[in-house]
T-cell receptor
């Protein structure tokens, strides 16, 4: 498909485990973003990649959270030593910085449940 | 202080009627952008409409229009001729700054659930 793809769509894990969430952006989009959406809330910014580098990681809540985008396309959000409070939907988005309004195109999210 | 405030947790509208979803924002940056997104039950965020702080006219996109009142710092979404498929969560969001690293860093409100009745 042509949209942003996120896997897995659902992930259930136990407290203390390590989790990876994957995002495949729209082809040609250089900018990639991760957001976290808790139940009943709006999405909250986590990190922004321009190409391979993290241009802004100010939204990562602590050092258990890390994200990479080694080849400037697919990105992986990594969460170490998961806690119950990490349960949320993790949304990935991409955008084309070349013009327009720069609106974000979102995937359907990865729902993480930490038991 | 909340940067984006959506005071309506839920709204109901009859099919084919118009509905206004409220959004107020707070920023001291003269350059900013305002967005509305729709989130159906599938979870995907769908971009609806954008208003730049320097835009002279209110943005319109099909049945969507943005009632931008800069002095009052409000950016209400108007949906005309509501359809059953419009039932979803709607989020107002703001980007502060003219671009660069702030380009996709949006601050979202808490959302309004819209239910369209037949």
């Amino acid at each position: 498909g042509a949209g942003v793809s996120q896997t897995p769509s659902n992930k259930v894990t136990e407290k203390g485990k390590y989790v990876e969430l994957r995002c495949d952006p729209i082809s040609g989009h250089t900018a990639l973003y991760w957001y976290r959406q808790s139940l009943g809330q709006g999405p909250e910014f986590l990190i922004y990649f321009q190409g391979t580098g993290a241009a802004d990681d100010s939204g990562l809540p602590n050092d258990r959270f890390f994200a990479v985008r080694p080849e400037g396309s697919v990105s992986t959000l990594k969460i170490q030593r998961t806690e119950r409070g990490d349960s949320a939907v993790y949304l990935c988005a991409s955008s084309d910085l070349a013009g327009g309004t720069g609106e974000l195109f979102f995937g359907e999210g990865s729902r993480l449940t930490v038991l | 202080a909340q940067k984006i405030t959506q005071t309506q947790p839920g709204m109901f509208v009859q099919e084919k009627e118009a509905v206004t979803l409220d959004c107020t924002y707070d920023t001291s940056d003269p350059s900013y952008g305002l967005f509305w997104y729709k989130q159906p039950s599938s979870g995907e965020m769908i971009f609806l409409i954008y208003q730049g702080s320097y835009d002279q006219q209110n943005a319109t996109e099909g049945r969507y229009s943005l009632n931008f009142q800069k002095a009052r710092k409000s950016a209400n979404l108007v949906i005309s001729a509501s359809q059953l498929g419009d039932s979803a969560m709607y989020f107002c969001a703001m980007r502060e700054g003219g671009g660069g690293t702030s380009y996709g860093k949006l601050t979202f409100g808490q959302g309004t659930i819209l239910t369209v009745h037949p």
